[in-house]
């Protein structure tokens, strides 16, 4: 069993920065893989990033891809997502989930991939 927490949620102005991190615990939580997902106000749960177990292969979405980067550190068991360029658009409940480390990079994606879900952290960019 992983749990998952994520914090780092706010409210910003379009344009700043914000970090989420999402801190695991539980056996073996720094050997799985990592994504970001978010689910906006009236619509379904999107992915947004992601990261294999070893950190060496990361995977975004285009709508974030160059303003949003992936990152973990396994000795302290957290992922983590620096936001930049933030949005308005970014405005979402963030989750983290973990996926089995053998999960190919380009499965990532899949919601289907990943056993375990945080409760998520809300972030809001104002115009």
């Known amino acids: 069993q992983v749990q998952l927490v994520e914090s780092g949620g706010g409210l910003v102005q379009a344009g700043d920065s914000l970090s989420l991190s999402c801190a695991t615990s539980g056996r073996t939580s720094s050997m799985y893989a990592m994504g970001w997902f978010r689910q906006a106000p009236g619509k379904e749960r999107e992915f947004v990033a992601a990261?294999?177990?070893?950190?060496?292969?990361?995977v975004y979405d285009g709508s974030v891809k160059g303003r949003f980067t992936i990152s973990r550190d396994n000795a302290k068991n957290t992922v983590y997502l620096q936001m930049n360029s933030l949005k308005p658009e970014d405005t979402a409940v963030y989750s983290c989930?973990?996926?089995?480390?053998?999960?190919?990079?380009?499965?990532?994606?899949?919601?289907?991939?990943?056993?375990?879900w945080g409760q998520g952290t809300q972030v809001t960019v104002s115009s």
């Open positions: 989930a973990a996926a089995r480390p053998t999960t190919q990079a380009s499965f990532l994606t899949r919601e289907s991939q990943y056993d375990y």
């Open positions: 990261i294999t177990w070893s950190g060496g292969n990361k």
